[in-house]
């Protein structure tokens, strides 16, 4: 168990619907990261926050948005959702003590959409 | 633009025998290289890492190659068991333009499976 929390594991919505997917990170940490893994694309960086800050954007499409709240469970908002979107969206969180390489994953939302 | 390229994308080894994946890293601001192993329906886990500053790393069974001048890394897993079936996922690591982000690029990844 890495500490982190994804909800919902699952999650099966149409075309054209909004999403939230949220994660707790690991107690302490103040950092949380979105990726997405897709089959043909591997894990793709979307973004990264920071203490409730946003520090970096990856690949990650205008129709999407994150945030991170006081309390650093983090949300990533999902809209105008395409099929291409179906995919799996992990979130990690790093140390509380700064950057040592390793990042702590949860266990993912999937999402399908139809 | 993929910096870091993994191969092969499938791998399929006999108990006991020696699996070897490789990645290649274009960015030299790279400063460090984790492999992470995922199984099906978790998360992936760190398993090993190591710095430019050394040419190979070994934990146990695991083993990471490093080279510097190539831009190459490789892991490889010794004695080869039905356990470490697994998707193998190798990543690299920089500040990211200076804004105090620190993130993992990851290569595609690669399915093993170790038949008994």
């Known amino acids: 168990d890495s500490g982190v929390t994804q909800t919902p594991k699952h999650l099966i919505t149409a075309t054209g619907q909004r999403v939230t997917l949220r994660c707790s990170p690991r107690s302490g940490d103040l950092s949380v990261y979105w990726y997405q893994q897709s089959l043909d694309q591997g894990l793709q960086f979307l973004i990264h926050y920071y203490n409730g800050e946003e520090r970096a954007k990856g690949n990650i499409l205008e129709r999407f948005s994150a945030q991170q709240f006081p309390d650093l469970h983090s949300e990533l908002n999902l809209s105008s959702l395409e099929l291409g979107d179906s995919a799996l969206y992990f979130c990690?969180?790093?140390?509380?003590?700064?950057?040592?390489?390793?990042?702590?994953f949860g266990e993912g939302s999937r999402l399908t959409v139809l | 633009q993929q910096q870091v390229k993994q191969s092969p994308q499938s791998l399929i080894v006999q108990k006991g025998g020696i699996s070897i994946i490789n990645c290649a890293y274009e960015n030299t601001a790279f400063d460090y290289f984790p492999w992470y192993q995922q199984f099906p329906g978790k998360g992936p886990a760190l398993l090993i890492a190591?710095?430019?500053?050394?040419s190979e790393k070994k934990e146990g069974r695991f083993t990471i190659s490093f080279n510097k001048s190539a831009k190459q890394f490789s892991l490889h897993i010794m004695d080869s068991q039905p356990g470490d079936s697994a998707t193998y996922f190798c990543a690299a690591s920089s500040a990211y333009s200076g804004a105090g982000s620190y993130q993992l690029t990851f290569g595609k990844g690669t399915k093993l499976s170790v038949i008994p």
């Open positions: 190591i710095r430019p500053d050394v």
């Open positions: 990690a969180s790093s140390s509380r003590q700064g950057w040592t390489g390793e990042l702590f």
